[in-house]
């Protein structure tokens, strides 16, 4: 809205110029979902404290868990929330597509989200709704919001898988594109949610994952660079820069109060909602593979836990002690500190190689 209002008066004061920049926006968006969420974090979980909105302990968890994290509020993905949409209507071109199914994707996976740790908190239990009615809500939102991107993309090759480190190599998917576009936004959804379960574990990744995204929409959306680069041009989609620019800042913000030890959990209500996010992301930009590389860490404990399942119900043995896999190296003795940051650690050698990608075609 407010980059709008800036539009209208570029003719008269010329220095105005400097906000069509998508650098510039995106730097604003950044700053302004921080200092928001920097502002209003600590009076919101005073809020939440008194309305005790605390997060339910998982009952088989590390015992250490139910010391030191039992009465600590959740549901700070509301924080998180309100400091991107407030960015993304100050300073994105609302006049783009990509925008409005962004927003859809994170409004309604947060909704999701936000429902399922109201049930855990009414209920006292870890538990929420059940798998089966999540994961059909975020099918339903991802075919949903797919058919957005398809009905009105600039993109006539939004069906094409490209590989990277070859310059050549893509699959054109067709009507396939749809389910895989839905099993890249849910399976990204889920994965970052599994990961939210040390203090500030996925907080971090996520802002590093939106930073190397955020310069991947820049140069794809820009005819020179990404013809330089050689990976597809696609009309509009820097503007996703701007947006993602919001995600950096609202976790920023957020990872102040997330740090350990946590004084607000980011729940369902955050997780699933930039999980969705960046899956979306990630299907806009065609960079869907280069997603599962930068996020790798989020795949490593989605796998974690499927390889977990099917082992036990295959053989009645459990790979790991615990899952996801963080949980089982804190069940081998591992300080939570010394597990957040070197997961951080292997989040930032993932992002590295994805950008990489950009480059070694």
């Not at 994170?106 to 908190?121: E, H, P, V, W």
């Not at 369902?268 to 960079?287: Q, R, Y």
């Not at 930068?294 to 796998?303: K, S």
């Amino acid at each position: 809205m407010l980059y709008k209002f800036i539009l209208d008066y570029i003719e008269i004061f010329s220095f105005l110029n400097v906000f069509k920049y998508l650098t510039v926006r995106t730097g604003l968006a950044m700053f302004t979902s921080l200092f928001f969420v920097f502002i209003i974090g600590s009076p919101f979980i005073n809020f939440f404290s008194t309305k005790h909105l605390t997060n339910p302990i998982r009952e088989d968890g590390p015992d250490e868990h139910i010391i030191k994290k039992i009465g600590t509020p959740t549901m700070g993905g509301v924080l998180i929330l309100l400091g991107l949409f407030l960015s993304v209507f100050l300073w994105c071109d609302l006049s783009n597509p990509y925008i409005w199914a962004l927003i859809f994707f994170s409004g309604s996976f947060g909704l999701l989200g936000a429902y399922d740790d109201y049930k855990k908190i009414k209920f006292n239990n870890s538990s929420g709704v059940s798998f089966k009615f999540k994961l059909i809500i975020q099918i339903i939102i991802a075919i949903l919001g797919t058919l957005i991107i398809i009905k009105f993309s600039n993109n006539s090759d939004l069906n094409i898988l490209y590989f990277p480190f070859f310059k050549d190599l893509f699959i054109n998917l067709g009507w396939f594109f749809i389910p895989f576009s839905v099993f890249i936004i849910v399976g990204s959804s889920n994965a970052v949610n599994l990961t939210d379960g040390l203090d500030g574990l996925a907080t971090v990744p996520v802002i590093l994952v939106a930073s190397c995204f955020a310069f991947i929409s820049y140069v794809t959306g820009n005819i020179v660079f990404s013809d330089y680069l050689q990976i597809p041009y696609i009309e509009g989609v820097g503007e996703v820069a701007v947006f993602l620019g919001s995600i950096i800042g609202a976790c920023l913000g957020f990872l102040w109060f997330n740090a350990p030890p946590a004084k607000i959990f980011m729940g369902d209500t955050g997780s699933l909602a930039l999980g969705g996010s960046l899956g979306a992301v990630g299907i806009i930009t065609k960079h869907e593979i280069v997603l599962a590389i930068t996020g790798g860490l989020f795949v490593l404990e989605a796998v974690s836990v499927i390889v977990q399942v099917f082992s036990y119900k295959l053989t009645g043995k459990r790979v790991f002690k615990m899952a996801p896999i963080h949980h089982h190296f804190e069940k081998k003795g591992w300080a939570e500190s010394t597990i957040v940051i070197r997961f951080w650690i292997i989040a930032i050698i993932l992002a590295m190689i994805g950008l990489a990608t950009l480059k070694l075609r």
